[in-house]
Structure formats: structure tokens, C-alpha cells
């Protein structure tokens, strides 16, 4: 069996890797996308704990975990559309209307 | 009244009644947007109200979900206030310009799910329930945001709350994922039960690091200070109507879901909270007066306002992680959420009535004069700011007081200092608000008259008001001795 240690240490590098991904991308897409990798981190970190802990709470709980992302992928993407139609670009850079 | 609490193990479908029925009146609305004869916004107004009235009146105290799920004083607490603001709201949006944009099928639909959401979140006790209860709101906010009045200030508004408030909600996944894995168990009683076993012990820091992870996701929703930022963009994008529902009844979910986690947490350990809400609150209270002090748009100013009203509140939450014998911060602060949710939806309510006319979000300069153009508006303002203040004689100095007092007997001097120089600077732009109704002449760019055909939101402004300067004047006490009855449960779960 694989130690706990590298399943957390793994997610641990999927999660910043999605941080760094919405920090330092301009492209909405680009950032949905990271969210989506820092989501399925914890997926996975909830696995992975589950098989440690030894209930299967946990899996329980990623199924709820993929659904809310789904959700949060339509409205997500819905918005982008939005977006493009009325600034005419997906670059966060030119989101400049609000400001103070 | 006080509700006896059945024994965990039995299901009561009337503890979730509030939900389903909220639920039920969503799935109905969404039918008759896209039916032929009951889509007008009157009918869609029915439908809301005879849901919120029926969810507001039964209400029954007991367990679901095998007590992942929990219907009691507090919860019933949140949910009355929760839903009377939300009903208020409704009237407001209904007698304003936003009828015809509010009242479509799908918007109703949303805001219904996105205040079950909030219901869920407060009566919640497991993780699991915590986080469906807190998607469900937030993804229901992201769209109303945007959808109910699509321009480019509203949708860029609604992305970058939809970006933070995923990344939040991944930081709040992430420490659900470490807390299971060093407790084994979603209960939030169980977790926290169990901190003084694993204080220091081998998965301490990995405990440590899910209990902050949580924190920040929650502390996000709430707007406390290092992860505010959000707040006035969303606040300026979003139609007033839904500001105000942000501000009020966002903070109170997120609130009472902290006073659940707190007071699940046993006393010896119940320290470890106090630290991290006292610098989260001076933060929030700093950050929050002094961007206020530079805002030009009045939505703007009363969002930073209300980032800095979360970081008083955040004082309360650390007297209340100091001192475990007594209900006393609990009752301030459950004090303090009905004085907030009063004083916002009243200001609120005048500003959706004079933007009728203006088109939306006023500035400071398109209120000069109001107090010539119309008294009743103006003053209705000037009451509530002064409220925000913490002005005696209203139920804003009372509840700061209740706050500060509880936070003095907990010891926690600096607290009070910073929150009492804190509101010493919000006075600035508060009465800068005042200053230009009542002291400049028209400058009549945008015309600022509320229009017709809004006598009821002027009747229920004027009500507001009332109870602004009574629950200030003589009702204090009642009202405190009420909240006793409420944060009970908190006590008992101590024992």
C-alpha cells in the first residue's frame, strides 16, 4: 500500500499548483481550470484519508465534492461566456470597471 | 419559547420543513416562469411569500439525517431573522424599478435555493452538511449577482466573486480533508471534541493546518479582513436588493455556524480560537474604517462598513472563545446580528427607493440636497447612519456596548480600544454621508426623488427607523434577556 505521507504530499502539490495556476493566469479558463485541480486535490486527499482513517465517510464525501464542482464548472463557464459578450475578451486585465 | 429537544437517533421531517418548503416554492416558481398565465411578477410574488411565511411560522425544534442536521434555539433563531429580512427584501424589490427584472421565474428560483442554502448551513452539524449548505448559497449568489441585472459592472462583479469564492471553498475543502484525517470523523462535534487528545500529539500540525484552512474559508465568507476583498466589488456589481440580503444574511449563517464550532470545542482548549479572532478582528476593523474613508459611491462606503460591522463582530467571537462559563458574548453578538440586519435593510431599503429614479449606484454627490428633495428619505439615512456609528440614542451604540462590555469582562483590552478608535474613525465618513444631505445645496445632475408607487417601502423604512431608536431607547434589555433563550443550546453542549 502506498504510504499516507505521499498521498498528502501529493495533494498538497496539486492544491498550490492549482493556487499559483488562479494567481498568476489571466485567462478565466485558466483559472476555472485551477480551480478544478485544487478541487480534485482534495478529492483525492479525502481518499486517501478515508482508506486511512478506515470509514468511508470521506468517499461520501467526494461524491457531494464532484457534484458541487460540476455545478460550480456550469456556472463558471456560464459566466465566461457572459463576460466575453459584454468586455469582448477573457483576460482578467481588461475586468477594469470597478474599481476603488 | 423554548423547544424540547427529541433524543439523537429519531428523524423528524417538521425539523426540515423550513427547507423543504423554501424548496418546494423554489421547484414551483421555476414551473411558472415558464408557464403562460402564472408567470407575472405578482404571481412569482405569492409564491415567495407564502413560502417564506410558511417556513417563518413552522418552525419545530429536532434532529435529521441522523443529527448531521439540527433544528434548535439558535438555528431557529438565524432562520427567523434570516427569513423576515429576506421577506422585507422581497416588498422592497417588488414596489422598486427591479420588478420586472427580479420577479422572472429562474432568479426567484435562485435566491430561494441560495436562502435554504444559508438555512442548511446554520442548522448544520457535519461537514458534509456545512459544505452543501455553504455551495449551495455561494454558487446561487455568484449567478444572481451577475444575472439579475446584466451589465458590465454587475458581471465583472459577480467573476471576481466567483473566482475567490471557489478558491475559497477549496481552502475550506482542504481543511475538512486534514481534519478528517486526523479525527476520522465528519461530526463536528466529534472533531472538535477530540482536540485536547490531539493537542500536541503526532497529527497536531496537521490538525493545525485544517483548522486554519477552515478558518480562512469561512472567515472568506464572512469578509473578515485579510480576505475582504471581494466585498466591495461584489457589493457594488450586485442589484442594492441583493447587497443588502450579502450583507446580512451571509454574515449571520457564517456566524452562527462559527458559534456551533465554538461551542462544541471543550473549554480547556477553547483558547486556541482566541488569538486568531482577535487578529483577524483588528484587521478587519482597521482595513475596513480606513478604505471607507476614500470611497466616493455610497454602496461602496456601506461595504467597507460592513467588513468593518464583521470585524466588531469578530471581537465577540474572541470574548466569546475566552470566557466558556458565561452566555454573555453570545447574547451580544446574537444582539448585534439583529441590530445590523435592521439598520442595513432599512438603509438599503431607501437607497433601492431612490435609485428608481437615478438609474443605480449613487455617489456622494448625487445626494446633495436630499434633505431639501425629501425629508423622510433623508432622515430615514441619516438615522441609520448614525445608527452604523454607534450613536446613542440607537440600537447601534447598543449593541457596540453589549459587544465592548462583553469583551472587557473577557479582559481583552486591545480589542476594545481598537474597535472604540475604530468607530471613532468610521464617524468620518458616516456623517460625510449626513453632512452632504442635510448642509449642500442640489447639485441635480440625477434626479434623487423616490418616484411612485412606493409608499409601502416608505411605510416599512419608516418602521425600521422606529425600531432603530426603540431598541435603542427602551427595549435593550428585553431584547438582550430574549437572546438568553437563544444561545442556550451553545451552554449546554458546554456542560
Redesign the interface.
Known amino acids: 500500500m502506498v504510504p499516507?505521507n505521499y498521498i498528502?504530499v501529493l495533494?498538497a502539490f496539486m492544491?498550490f499548483c492549482?493556487?499559483f495556476g488562479?494567481l498568476f493566469r489571466r485567462n478565466?479558463i485558466a483559472?476555472l481550470m485551477s480551480?478544478e485541480l485544487?478541487?480534485n486535490?482534495?478529492n483525492l486527499?479525502?481518499i486517501?484519508?478515508?482508506k486511512?482513517?478506515?470509514?468511508l465517510?470521506?468517499q461520501?464525501?467526494v461524491f457531494?465534492?464532484i457534484t458541487?464542482a460540476a455545478?460550480?464548472a456550469a456556472?463558471?463557464l456560464?459566466?465566461v461566456i457572459?463576460?466575453f459578450r459584454?468586455?469582448g475578451s477573457i483576460d482578467t486585465d481588461k475586468?477594469?470597471?470597478?474599481r476603488? | 419559547m423554548n423547544i424540547p429537544l427529541p433524543t439523537i437517533g429519531s428523524e423528524f421531517y417538521s425539523a426540515v420543513f423550513p427547507i423543504l418548503v423554501l424548496c418546494l416554492a423554489s421547484i414551483i416558481s421555476l414551473l411558472q416562469g415558464v408557464s403562460k398565465g402564472f408567470r407575472s411578477p405578482a404571481a412569482l410574488l405569492f409564491t415567495l411569500l407564502v413560502g417564506l411565511i410558511a417556513a417563518l411560522v413552522y418552525q419545530t425544534g429536532g434532529y435529521f439525517l441522523g443529527g448531521a442536521y439540527i433544528s434548535d434555539m439558535l438555528s431557529i433563531y438565524g432562520k427567523s431573522l434570516m427569513i423576515s429580512a429576506s421577506i422585507v427584501l422581497v416588498l422592497f424589490v417588488y414596489f422598486s424599478t427591479l420588478r420586472e427584472k427580479f420577479f422572472r421565474g429562474e432568479v426567484v428560483t435562485l435566491f430561494l435555493m441560495v436562502l435554504s442554502g444559508f438555512l442548511m448551513l446554520i442548522s448544520s452539524t457535519d461537514?458534509?452538511s456545512v459544505?452543501?449548505g455553504l455551495?449551495l448559497s455561494s454558487?446561487g449568489l455568484?449567478?444572481l449577482v451577475?444575472y439579475i441585472n446584466?451589465?458590465?459592472?454587475s458581471?465583472?462583479?459577480?467573476?471576481?466573486y466567483?473566482?475567490l469564492g471557489?478558491?475559497s471553498?477549496?481552502f475550506l475543502?482542504?481543511g475538512?480533508?486534514?481534519l478528517?484525517?486526523t479525527t476520522?470523523?465528519?461530526g463536528i462535534d466529534q472533531i472538535f471534541g477530540q482536540i485536547s487528545q490531539i493537542y500536541n500529539g503526532p497529527n497536531w500540525l496537521?490538525f493545525l493546518s485544517g483548522l486554519i484552512m477552515f478558518g480562512i474559508g469561512l472567515t472568506f465568507k464572512m469578509a473578515l479582513a485579510p480576505f475582504h476583498m471581494w466585498t466591495?466589488?461584489a457589493y457594488?456589481?450586485a442589484p442594492t436588493a441583493l447587497t443588502a440580503f450579502m450583507a446580512t444574511a451571509a454574515k449571520t449563517a457564517i456566524i452562527l455556524l462559527i458559534f456551533r464550532v465554538i461551542s462544541f470545542t471543550p473549554a480547556l482548549t477553547l483558547e486556541t480560537w482566541q488569538p486568531f479572532f482577535s487578529v483577524l478582528a483588528i484587521a478587519t476593523i482597521v482595513i475596513g474604517n480606513i478604505f471607507a474613508l476614500?470611497?466616493?459611491?455610497i454602496k461602496?462606503i456601506l461595504a467597507y462598513s460592513s467588513i468593518a460591522h464583521s470585524g466588531y463582530l469578530a471581537i465577540g467571537l474572541a470574548a466569546a472563545a475566552t470566557t466558556s462559563n458565561t452566555a454573555f458574548p453570545y447574547d451580544a453578538i446574537l444582539f448585534y446580528l439583529i441590530a445590523y440586519t435592521i439598520m442595513s435593510i432599512a438603509v438599503f431599503g431607501v437607497l433601492i427607493w431612490l435609485e428608481e429614479d437615478a438609474g443605480i449606484n449613487l455617489n456622494l454627490m448625487d445626494i446633495h440636497g436630499l434633505a431639501k428633495k425629501h425629508p423622510f428619505a433623508a432622515l430615514s439615512i441619516a438615522v441609520c447612519m448614525l445608527s452604523f456609528a454607534g450613536i446613542p440614542p440607537t440600537v447601534g451604540f447598543m449593541s457596540k456596548f453589549f459587544l465592548f462590555k462583553a469583551a472587557l469582562d473577557a479582559h481583552l483590552y486591545s480589542l476594545v480600544i481598537v474597535g472604540i478608535l475604530g468607530s471613532a474613525v468610521s464617524l468620518y465618513y458616516y456623517l460625510r454621508i449626513v453632512v452632504n444631505m442635510y448642509m449642500r445645496d442640489p447639485t441635480g445632475q440625477r434626479e434623487t426623488s423616490p418616484g411612485g408607487g412606493s409608499k409601502i417601502t416608505a411605510f416599512v423604512v419608516g418602521i425600521l427607523v422606529v425600531l432603530i431608536i426603540a431598541l435603542g431607547t427602551v427595549l435593550p434589555g428585553p431584547l438582550l434577556n430574549k437572546m438568553a433563550d437563544y444561545s442556550k443550546p451553545l451552554m449546554i453542549n458546554k456542560g
Open positions: 499516507f498528502i495533494s492544491f492549482g493556487v488562479v478565466i483559472i480551480v485544487m478541487l486535490s482534495v486527499l479525502f486517501g484519508a478515508s486511512v482513517v478506515g470509514n465517510d470521506g461520501i464525501m457531494f465534492i458541487v455545478c460550480e456556472v463558471g456560464a459566466m457572459a463576460i459584454k468586455f475586468l477594469r470597471v470597478l476603488g | 461537514l458534509i459544505f452543501v455551495e454558487i455568484y449567478s451577475g446584466p451589465n458590465q459592472r458581471q465583472e462583479g459577480a467573476l471576481k466567483f473566482i471557489s478558491i471553498a477549496a475543502l482542504y475538512m480533508g486534514l478528517y484525517f476520522g470523523t465528519l496537521y466591495p466589488d457594488e456589481g476614500v470611497q466616493t459611491s461602496r
